[in-house]
């Protein structure tokens, strides 16, 4: 059984800052995993936010967000981390945090594994 566990969203004004987390555990070597995060408003298609590699020496993001976020991941506690900072509205959705052993898939047909999403509402 694979589990992908978020928390830390919220309700927070234009220009806050959150810190959501992910917390995997199951059968998987996570080690082997690209980690990543996605978002999806209503109405609106999924939309990838960040990813990092296994050993969590790099990171990619969306043009819509680089700058102001930023992915980690602790491979002792199996969590990975995205702190958000400079809160738009349009930063408003449900945030998931996923799993892929390939980047090139997790960007492109979507990552294997998902977890339930945290939502994030931003007010101006």
């Known amino acids: 059984q694979v589990q992908l566990v978020e928390s830390g969203g919220g309700l927070v004004q234009a220009g806050d800052s959150l810190r959501l987390s992910c917390s995997y555990s199951g059968r998987l070597n996570f080690i082997n995993y690209i980690m990543g995060w996605f978002r999806q408003a209503p109405g609106k298609e999924r939309e990838f936010v960040a990813s990092?590699?296994?050993?969590?020496?790099?990171?990619d993001y969306s043009g819509s967000v680089e700058g102001r976020f930023n992915i980690s991941r602790d491979n002792n506690k199996n969590t990975v981390d995205l702190q958000m900072n400079s809160l738009k509205p349009e930063d408003t959705a449900k945030y998931y945090c996923t799993a892929d052993r390939s980047l090139a898939k997790l960007r492109g047909a979507g990552p294997d594994y998902w977890g339930q999403g945290t939502q994030v509402t931003v007010s101006s």
């Open positions: 990092i590699t296994t050993r969590g020496w790099t990171a």
